[in-house]
């Protein structure tokens, strides 16, 4: 029986301060943890028992999480101390996987499509592993995959002269061999156990690893720039016309792909979609651009926003200047004493309070 492994123990350092407060797995796309896109891919290939690594966030994702029960399914929490690689992750997870295959996905990836494909390709061939790769224009910033005949014939993390521009997408599928070779190999200049080790330690003892080219659309969403894609790729995606379970005054235009969530107030306001509102907001007097998702409990007032990410209970006033490309934490307050012709583009965490004047 194939099961899962999500791992959910990173810091999130690139899109500090939020994940000062907050799980990086945790920041919402379209108003969703980026996590359960991951758990839904899982279930999508009716995988019943996953195994989700947390670390110093544990608290946080099982709160969020739970036990599984939502999606059909029974997560296992498995403690790392500290982010001490990919593969390590993989070694202390063998008492959960014992001798079944699994599929290994990186809690903060986001693949469109899922990977349903992927592990179906799986099952019919006689593999040992399968691993997802997608083409990319800066492969040095990733583990690289050199392929020969259909099979993965080297690997290199982060390479200064990249053989392929074939990157490791944070997907892959591993059967029992993978844990003689986390137990075989050394940590990394970085002191982490490399998963790209681990594998190249399969292909280097004669074990069949396959890869698996994605053709649709991927994203590490590490950094607020990949985030706020991916954010702009899901709403794009979006199969609806406005749906609308709140109350829209007659002064305000609603067009194109908009979701508003029940007991949220729309007042004289314009919202042109691709864009997704929360419960329990209020828009007032402001325009909310394409690509923007805003969580519940929000007050947007006078202001004009666009492709960007507003969490719970913030709220943002009086901003003369258009708000664009931007991640704003929980709980934040924004506001402005004195007009002035401005641009304004913001990563805040929770519980900030920014008075512009």
Request: charged share 25%; net charge neutral; glycine share 8%.
């Amino acid at each position: 029986m194939l099961k899962g492994l999500i791992l959910s123990g990173g810091k999130g350092t690139r899109l500090r301060p939020i994940t000062y407060t907050s799980a990086k797995q945790l920041i919402p796309i379209a108003n969703k943890p980026v996590l359960f896109y991951g758990i839904e891919a899982l279930v999508e290939c009716g995988i019943k028992e996953i195994g989700i690594v947390v670390g110093h966030t544990k608290d946080e994702i099982m709160e969020s999480a739970g036990d599984g029960s939502r999606w059909g399914v029974r997560f296992t929490y498995i403690y790392q101390p500290e982010p001490l690689g990919l593969a390590h992750a993989v070694m202390i997870s063998e008492d959960f996987i014992k001798d079944s295959p699994f599929v290994m996905y990186l809690g903060d990836n986001l693949i469109l499509g899922g990977i349903k494909s992927l592990v179906e390709d799986f099952k019919r061939s006689n593999a040992n592993s399968f691993i997802l790769l997608a083409r990319v224009k800066d492969p040095g910033q990733f583990g690289v995959a050199e392929l020969k005949d259909g099979k993965v014939v080297r690997l290199e993390e982060k390479p200064k002269e990249p053989k392929s521009d074939l990157a490791l997408v944070g997907v892959y599928i591993f059967d029992k061999n993978i844990f003689k070779a986390v137990k075989e190999i050394k940590p990394s200049w970085r002191n982490e156990l490399e998963i790209t080790d681990a594998i190249q330690w399969l292909v280097s003892n004669g074990y069949d690893i396959r890869p698996h080219i994605v053709k649709g659309w991927w994203k590490d969403t590490g950094k607020l720039e990949d985030l706020l894609e991916a954010n702009r790729m899901v709403l794009d995606f979006f199969d609806v016309g406005v749906v609308n379970k709140g109350k829209i005054d007659s002064a305000s235009d609603v067009q194109f792909k908009v979701f508003i969530d029940e007991g949220t107030e729309i007042r004289n306001s314009t919202i042109r979609g691709p864009a997704i509102i929360g419960k329990r907001a209020k828009v007032i007097n402001s325009y909310i651009g394409p690509f923007t998702s805003i969580q519940d409990d929000v007050l947007i007032e006078n202001c004009e926003i666009e492709h960007s990410i507003v969490l719970s209970g913030s709220k943002i006033a009086n901003i003369p200047g258009r708000i664009t490309d931007s991640l704003i934490g929980k709980n934040v307050s924004i506001s402005t004493e004195e007009r002035s012709p401005k641009a304004y583009r913001f990563l805040l965490g929770d519980h900030s309070n920014v008075v512009i004047k």
